[in-house]
């Protein structure tokens, strides 16, 4: 097996604790990446964990080695990267992540373009509406709605995103036509909400006469998906509250009712995020550089 590849895996198991995590990362089985540090192991003649049946925990030696690991991939992917800028054919994998919404609508439609335009960069998109970890999960860009926690990532604007409250028509029938944040606050209506692992109460922001204002909102209904939530709202369950790209065609055909008009929310950003060393690599820079003029046009129409 490649030395590179045994630094990779072992790199990946010290991130994220586990070897079959760092196995599924890698795309391997549990016992190849076993076999992989086994021999890193024995090359280096030392012990880089502590196995028992239940842990795995970095020695002394395992966290000493990481720092110098990280070291050397970095400068491998440096050097591989600026050969690919030379020849103006990058090559390589890339590991992006997107919110549901964003990734289906507006950066998977682009995928292929940008596969035929770079045919020796493969893409993994990861789909998901929590929150990631760039550096844990091993992503080279990470797009998001709103604003970033984690302040040492670079960041990198793309729109200002409309946003809405809707309903069906059915549910404004059974159950009234809010207007204003007031009205949701009191409880009178079901707002169907966003939900992860993390996440705090629930508080949407809007405009109000006197300025932005965050109101609590309830509801019966909770998922971390946001394609969910739009799918209850169709169905009559309750208020969504949807960036505008999201539900557009439901809005033109009427399926979706805007709301509480009189205090509207406020809109999202679109960013995406990366660290300094992600940013020199061709292969992102290019693909960024690729769909965010795309994603910025979408969101605009």
Same mark, same amino acid.
Request: hydrophobic share 40%.
């Given at each position: 097996?490649?030395?590179?590849?045994?630094?990779? @895996? %072992?790199?990946?198991?010290?991130?994220?604790? @586990?070897?079959?995590?760092?196995?599924?990362?890698?795309?391997?089985?549990?016992?190849?990446?076993?076999?992989?540090?086994?021999?890193?192991?024995?090359? *280096?003649?030392?012990?880089? %964990?502590?196995?028992?049946?239940?842990?795995? @925990?970095?020695?002394?030696?395992?966290?000493?080695?990481?720092?110098?690991?990280?070291?050397?991939?970095?400068?491998?992917?440096?050097?591989?990267?600026?050969?690919?800028?030379?020849?103006?054919?990058?090559?390589? @994998?890339?590991?992006?992540?997107? $919110?549901?919404?964003?990734?289906?609508?507006?950066?998977?439609?682009?995928?292929?373009?940008?596969?035929?335009?770079?045919? *020796?960069?493969?893409?993994?998109?990861?789909?998901?509406?929590? #929150?990631?970890? *760039?550096?844990?999960?091993? *992503?080279?860009?990470?797009?998001?709605?709103?604003?970033?926690?984690?302040?040492?990532?670079?960041?990198?604007?793309?729109?200002?995103?409309?946003?809405?409250?809707?309903?069906?028509?059915?549910?404004?029938?059974?159950?009234?036509? $809010?207007?204003?944040?007031?009205?949701?606050?009191?409880?009178?209506?079901?707002?169907?909400?966003?939900? %992860? $692992?993390?996440?705090?109460? %629930?508080?949407?922001?809007?405009?109000?006469?006197?300025?932005?204002?965050?109101?609590?909102?309830?509801?019966?209904?909770?998922?971390?998906?946001?394609?969910?939530?739009?799918?209850?709202?169709?169905?009559?369950?309750?208020?969504?509250? #949807?960036?505008?790209?999201?539900?557009?065609?439901?809005?033109?055909?009427?399926?979706?009712?805007?709301?509480?008009?009189?205090?509207?929310?406020?809109?999202?950003?679109?960013?995406?995020?990366?660290?300094?060393?992600?940013?020199?690599?061709? #292969?992102?820079?290019?693909?960024?550089?690729?769909?965010?003029?795309?994603?910025?046009?979408?969101?605009?129409?």
């Amino acid at each position: 097996m490649s030395y590179f590849e045994n630094l990779r @895996t %072992f790199v990946r198991i010290y991130e994220l604790g @586990t070897m079959s995590a760092a196995a599924r990362d890698q795309r391997i089985s549990p016992a190849v990446a076993s076999a992989r540090m086994s021999q890193l192991e024995a090359h *280096l003649g030392v012990r880089l %964990f502590q196995r028992t049946t239940r842990s795995l @925990t970095p020695t002394e030696q395992g966290r000493i080695f990481y720092e110098g690991a990280c070291s050397v991939l970095a400068a491998v992917e440096e050097a591989e990267a600026g050969v690919g800028d030379v020849t103006e054919n990058p090559r390589g @994998t890339l590991h992006i992540a997107a $919110p549901l919404g964003v990734g289906r609508r507006l950066i998977a439609p682009h995928l292929p373009e940008f596969a035929a335009h770079y045919p *020796l960069v493969n893409v993994r998109l990861r789909l998901s509406d929590r #929150k990631l970890d *760039l550096t844990a999960e091993g *992503l080279d860009v990470a797009f998001f709605l709103g604003r970033p926690e984690d302040s040492s990532l670079r960041i990198r604007k793309i729109a200002e995103c409309s946003r809405v409250l809707c309903a069906s028509p059915d549910y404004i029938a059974a159950h009234g036509h $809010p207007t204003t944040g007031a009205e949701i606050e009191r409880g009178q209506h079901n707002c169907l909400n966003l939900r %992860f $692992p993390g996440a705090r109460e %629930f508080q949407w922001e809007l405009q109000t006469p006197d300025g932005a204002r965050k109101f609590d909102v309830r509801g019966r209904f909770e998922s971390d998906d946001g394609d969910v939530l739009t799918d209850w709202a169709l169905a009559g369950a309750g208020i969504a509250l #949807k960036p505008v790209f999201e539900v557009a065609d439901h809005l033109k055909s009427g399926a979706l009712v805007p709301v509480v008009k009189a205090t509207p929310p406020l809109p999202v950003q679109m960013a995406c995020l990366y660290t300094h060393r992600r940013h020199q690599d061709p #292969k992102a820079r290019l693909f960024m550089e690729f769909v965010i003029d795309r994603m910025a046009a979408a969101v605009a129409e």
